[in-house]
């Protein structure tokens, strides 16, 4: 029985030495005398204080209730960006639009969505922007976002829309 197990340990033996013989090792290779170029990082994101940085990173439109024109918590949220970001950017001027859904009088919704231009541009001058920074603008019912006849529609067609018309980074 020893003679089986010494025969099987110096067959294993050689094999696992033939297999070594077999093998070669990788060249070295050669130490770096320098580390290569590193590639310039294009920006990712929008530019600080861009038209595209308010858009992505702070939000240009708040939405409204039906027939409402007072001001939702979410509301608020994007407002309060929305100041702070003006406040960062001192000579960016904003117009701000207040669009209303289909339904209505022209002249109804004319005075509905001054109203929630109004409601936009207070709560802004609020929280620290200055009012002459600010105009407001109606365009009631006539420019809405989407076109179609229905509650999904008219919920967002009911907006207040913050436009930078002056002193954005290009």
């Known amino acids: ?52 940085d308010f858009r992505v990173n702070v939000g240009e439109r708040v939405f409204f209730g039906y027939d409402r024109s007072d001001l939702a918590p979410e509301a608020r949220q994007i407002l309060e960006r929305q100041a702070a970001w003006l406040r960062r950017y ?34 802004l001058t609020s929280l620290g922007v200055p009012g002459n920074r600010i105009e407001t603008v109606s365009y009631g019912k006539e420019r809405p976002l989407d076109p179609r006849s229905n509650e999904e529609a008219w919920a967002v067609n009911r907006n207040a829309h913050s436009q930078i018309v002056s002193g954005a980074v290009s």
């Open 90 to 123: 001192p000579s960016v001027r904003i117009l701000v639009a207040g669009n209303c859904d289909e339904r209505g009088t022209r002249e109804y919704n004319l005075a509905l969505g001054a109203r929630r231009a109004a409601a936009a541009r207070d709560y």
């Open 1 to 52: 029985m020893r003679t089986r197990i010494a025969l099987i340990l110096a067959l294993a033996a050689a094999t696992a030495l033939s297999a070594c013989a077999g093998r070669r090792e990788a060249p070295a290779l050669p130490a770096p005398t320098e580390a290569p170029p590193i590639a310039p990082q294009a920006p990712s994101g929008p530019v600080a204080g861009s038209l595209e």
